[in-house]
């Protein structure tokens, strides 16, 4: 019912600003730190290989006072490994006190050492890419059984709970598997396509990426899936947007499109800020709009108001079509999240 109560009070801030025409940074993912305990072989981070400037603990309260005032309701903790930051508690119980909607994603080595306060998340996400052969292809050698209990545990603890699985040669068999693991521990699945082949890291990642045929057969089967009952995160339109696309290896569109997709509003609704306090309109387009505006040397108004996506219509990412048609105020897209709000 908590969670219930937060949609649909990201949903009102949303309609008020469509009505007077406002941009506001409605939802904030934040990559808390570049440390990674794991080695991913589609990462286009190198999260584990990176040396910049990580905002303190008064930094980003700071940062999350003056997003709340700009009407932030959701903030999504991202890294690197959110779980290696030793502040991260006092950053999810700081957000949660101004009545921010905190989410967390994880790759869950770490989950079991913290289940005595990841119950104050509005919602746990932990990544997960299928059975043992798939998920160990993808994330490495003997992490799949830490994984699954993470997951058995915070499921035992009640706490709301989402898989996040990236799809890749690797794992296109364990839909189905994911599918059963989800109706016995109670979590809501989300599948991701592999980026970011743009990037000079994601671009190691190509030799994974499923085939345009293999693509769009297993998004018919994580459709198929979701219209039997299965708890997948993400509306049937967005599954068919994302099936409608024709090359997955070219995932954004700068040029008109031609065909129809729902309206990107990276930038206008959401962003993402990197750990040293960079602003980018979304994952996708970070490190390809700088010099990017940032919240320690311009301000976190002045950053997000510098923040415009310009060069981007849309994209093949099931996630973020999903994001912005609830952002377009379709009424199916949101509809379809307030029933999946019921059903947690």
């Not at 993912?29 to 991913?40: D, E, G, I, K, Q």
């Not at 869950?108 to 160990?136: A, M, P, R, T």
């Not at 899936?225 to 068919?240: C, F, P, R, V």
């Amino acid at each position: 019912m908590k969670n219930m109560l937060n949609k649909a009070l990201f949903s009102a801030n949303l309609v008020k600003n469509k009505i007077f025409r406002t941009r506001a940074p409605l939802y904030i993912s934040y990559l808390v730190n570049h440390s990674c305990n794991m080695r991913c072989a589609y990462c286009y981070g190198t999260f584990y290989d990176r040396d910049e400037y990580v905002m303190t603990t008064v930094e980003t309260c700071a940062m999350i006072d003056d997003l709340s005032r700009l009407g932030m309701r959701r903030l999504c903790l991202i890294g690197g490994e959110p779980l290696l930051r030793e502040d991260i508690k006092d950053i999810v119980l700081y957000a949660r006190k101004k009545n921010v909607e905190c989410v967390l994603n994880t790759n869950g080595l770490l989950v079991e050492k913290n289940l005595d306060w990841l119950n104050n998340l509005n919602h746990l996400y932990i990544s997960f890419d299928g059975d043992e052969k798939g998920h160990e292809l993808n994330r490495g050698k003997n992490t799949f059984r830490k994984v699954l209990d993470a997951i058995i545990a915070a499921s035992a603890r009640k706490i709301p709970l989402g898989i996040v699985t990236v799809i890749t040669k690797n794992n296109l068999d364990s839909i189905d598997y994911l599918v059963d693991l989800s109706q016995q521990y109670k979590f809501n699945l989300n599948f991701f396509n592999l980026i970011s082949q743009e990037s000079t890291a994601g671009r190691q990642a190509v030799r994974i990426l499923p085939s345009n045929e293999e693509y769009k057969d297993v998004f018919r089967r994580i459709k198929n899936a979701k219209a039997e009952g299965a708890n997948i995160t993400y509306s049937m339109k967005a599954l068919d947007f994302t099936l409608r696309w024709k090359d997955y290896t070219k995932e954004r569109l700068i040029a008109e499109p031609d065909f129809k997709y729902p309206k990107c509003y990276a930038g206008i609704y959401y962003c993402v800020i990197d750990a040293n306090g960079d602003v980018f309109p979304c994952p996708v387009l970070m490190d390809r709009t700088k010099p990017a505006p940032n919240v320690l040397r311009d301000g976190t108004r002045t950053a997000w108001e510098r923040t415009v996506n310009t060069n981007c219509k849309t994209c093949c990412f099931t996630c973020y079509l999903d994001l912005n048609m609830f952002f377009g105020l379709d009424v199916a897209t949101i509809t379809g999240h307030l029933k999946e709000k019921l059903r947690e």
